[in-house]
């Protein structure tokens, strides 16, 4: 069964450090997104990212992130300075087309900036 | 605005029927999505429910009133391994982000 994949699964930074999240979405699927989690909170939604482009992104999503799609297949997520509080888990998620389909999540990216 | 409601935490014991609400008011609302998620581990989708009624689904169903905004997630015959945190999440009309609640979760005793 097709899945999405991360990379990697555990990053630790220092602070003031780019971090670049990589995700590989599922072949079919045409919309990605994050959202991140930090530990014992509720996951928030980032940014969704469709036909080469964001098309919404949170008020968390500010400056310091910016995602890409460099490749048919991969889908990044860039943090350009971390800040202690981005420590948080990091899942890629993506869905075909259709409305209502369901998302699929990655397995996350625990990123851990000290 | 969005506000999603779930109870923090519940227990039961294995083979019974647990019931998880949720209540939200979300801006625009659309449809309802129910995830499991196992500790450390991501959301795993269960059910989405977008009109009013029951949705069955095996051991699981989840239940919608829009009028009410409530919904609520059905476990029966529970299992060991349903020990996990349930999570909804509501999507609106012109975007598909998926707003979570905090999510419940649920021990199941022998």
């Known amino acids: 069964e097709p899945e999405v994949t991360q990379t990697p699964s555990h990053q630790v930074t220092q602070m003031g450090q780019e971090v670049i999240l990589r995700c590989v979405p599922i072949?079919?699927?045409?919309?990605f997104y994050w959202y991140r989690q930090i530990l014992g909170q509720k996951v928030e939604f980032l940014v969704s990212?469709?036909?080469?482009?964001?098309?919404?992104k949170s008020e968390i999503f500010d400056d310091q992130f910016s995602v890409e799609r460099p490749d048919g297949s991969n889908f990044t997520l860039k943090i350009r300075s971390t800040k202690l509080e981005d420590s948080a888990m990091y899942f890629c998620?993506?869905?075909?087309?259709?409305?209502?389909?369901?998302?699929?999540f990655g397995p996350g990216t625990r990123l851990t900036v000290l | 605005g969005q506000n999603i409601d779930q109870p923090t935490e519940m227990t039961a014991t294995e083979g019974a029927i647990v019931q998880i609400n949720c209540t939200y008011q979300t801006s625009g609302f659309n449809g309802l999505f129910w995830y499991q998620q196992h500790a450390g581990e991501a959301p795993t989708f269960l059910s989405y429910n977008v009109l009013d009624g029951l949705e069955e689904k095996g051991r699981f169903s989840s239940f919608l009133s829009r009028s009410k905004g409530y919904s609520y997630l059905l476990l029966k015959e529970l299992q060991m391994k349903d020990s996990a945190s349930y999570l909804c999440?509501?999507?609106?009309?012109?975007?598909?982000?998926?707003?979570f609640g905090t999510g419940t979760r649920l021990q199941v005793f022998p």
């Open positions: 072949s079919n699927h045409l919309y």
């Open positions: 998620a993506s869905r075909p087309s259709g409305s209502g389909n369901e998302q699929f």
């Open positions: 990212f469709y036909n080469n482009e964001i098309s919404e």
């Open positions: 999440a509501c999507t609106s009309y012109n975007t598909d982000k998926l707003i």
